[in-house]
């Protein structure tokens, strides 16, 4: 039993309110599988990186219980490299440079003892690779969760984003791209209309706000942690993502009481991610940060009529 | 034993992207008091109308246990009257008409019978009435709820509403004015500053995304409850301290456990204000209606880890 996490392994460089990094370890796999790898092992990973790319971190990985030998290394490329700036109320930014490098060469070829993973985790990524990756599963996963954005709502990748959502049972992505996504701005009937295009589950992400989680007949809302400060929101949905999977997969279970209680690790991991620049936090926590913090959201949703 | 409700009662004209209105009956101590009242009586309303009042809405008050002799009768004068309209996302409004007509005048002057109120409600408003109406009590009240706007954070006020938040015991205002008196950006720093103004207990209303609740020790967090449709939003807040004072009345005890669920009652009645224009839906309700959208809230928020 395994999850597998297909997404980018990355070089980012960020500038927020708080302070700038020069080029520093980030892309989605990198967030999801250190998050998920405090919960289950062995984590696998299928990305792409240059040569350039630092490969203690690759070390660091194995480490951590995270298999890498689906990372293809294109020793003569670059790796893919991303920077933004944040505004000052940490919800919106602007990228400032975008190098796919590697990127552009991607062809997720998933080594045979991934193929009949468990659970798999797609994060955002080119649609049509998603769905490469998918059509490469010897056995259909016990739980497949998509990551996706905007951008590939987009007409030009519209139509090979849906496939993919019709083969998959989580759908992950933020309110404003489910208002996208259905056309409809009430979140209820938005859930109900991506939740008729395949997926069992859709997980709304409201950043600091919380998250919604709905299954054909029922909702749930987990609470947003208010934070005595956001440091770096980069990598949180991802964080978020790796912690949700980790905790299903720890369970082995893929109930809607499971998945509710996935989102509130998710959401825990994630509180610690934004919380330094990069995966510097999201690296040092323990069972007891991450117990304690849980309690936290637990004091915080409770209610006795 | 009492509550008294310090606000406008007036015509609103409402235009969302469902439609539109005429003048309707609106005014924030009307919405307050409706909500109020299917928890508690006798409601005392201290507000000022125009000749041109609907004496049947008066009426109405009155046979739902609401006490009017605080509404001051100006025969000659027109009732304060709002008109604006909605954007697509129901978050923002733009204000085509405000007439103060008789507010300008107001200068709230407590039936004697209202000065020992238990549960005063400052309903929004030049926060040098709600300091009048304070400096009336004979009796300090055992809960002085505050609920107030930007407009009144602006210079030339902020002293005066200053002044009045020392002497309160709950705070409700939204995020963006959270930050906005605090100079805050996260809302968890926004709390402490604004707790060391003077009160217990702050509320920050977030719409859809629901309202958190703090005191020096505790942060509460209810959900938002996602609706197939908002149609009209004007009320909701005056709706949801309506609702939250109505319980703490009804309980007469102000804990924060049952600040807790008073947040979740005003929340519930405040879901039902935003299905159709204006009070419409708000009086239509019954103890059904209510107890069964609390299961709702309860719902929502629960998980079992």
Not at 15 to 41: E, L, R, V
Not at 75 to 103: A, I, P, Q
Not at 269 to 294: H, Y
Request: glycine residues 8%; proline residues 4%; charged residues 25%.
């Amino acid at each position: 039993m395994s999850i597998t996490i297909v997404g980018t392994v990355a070089f980012d460089a960020i500038k927020t309110p708080f302070g700038q990094t020069d080029k520093i370890i980030g892309g989605a796999a990198t967030y999801i599988g250190y998050a998920a790898a405090y919960f289950y092992k062995p984590i696998q990973i299928v990305s792409i990186i240059g040569g350039d790319f630092d490969m203690n971190e690759i070390q660091e990985m194995n480490n951590r219980g995270i298999d890498t030998q689906g990372i293809e290394v294109k020793h003569e490329g670059k790796t893919f490299f991303w920077s933004g700036s944040y505004h000052m109320d940490m919800n919106s930014r602007d990228t400032l440079v975008t190098e796919l490098n590697v990127l552009l060469e991607f062809n997720p070829i998933l080594p045979e003892n991934y193929k009949n993973t468990k659970y798999l985790l797609l994060g955002n990524i080119d649609p049509s690779l998603q769905l490469k990756v998918i059509e490469q599963m010897t056995e259909r996963p016990k739980l497949i969760v998509l990551d996706t954005m905007n951008f590939w709502m987009e007409p030009d990748f519209l139509d090979t984003l849906k496939k993919v959502i019709a083969k998959v049972d989580v759908v992950t992505i933020n309110d404003a791209e489910a208002r996208q996504l259905s056309g409809e701005y009430s979140l209820k009937k938005a859930a109900k209309k991506i939740l008729a295009m395949g997926p069992k589950y859709l997980i709304i992400k409201k950043g600091e706000h919380g998250a919604l989680l709905f299954n054909e007949n029922e909702m749930f809302s987990a609470p947003g942690l208010p934070l005595d400060e956001v440091f770096d929101p980069t990598g949180a949905g991802d964080t978020f993502a790796g912690g949700f999977i980790g905790y299903i997969a720890k369970q082995d279970d893929i109930s809607m009481e499971t998945l509710k209680s996935a989102v509130i690790y998710g959401s825990t991991l994630a509180s610690f991610c934004v919380e330094k620049f990069g995966t510097e936090r999201l690296k040092s926590l323990n069972e007891t940060d991450i117990q304690s913090r849980v309690q936290q959201f637990v004091t915080l949703a409770k209610f006795n009529l």
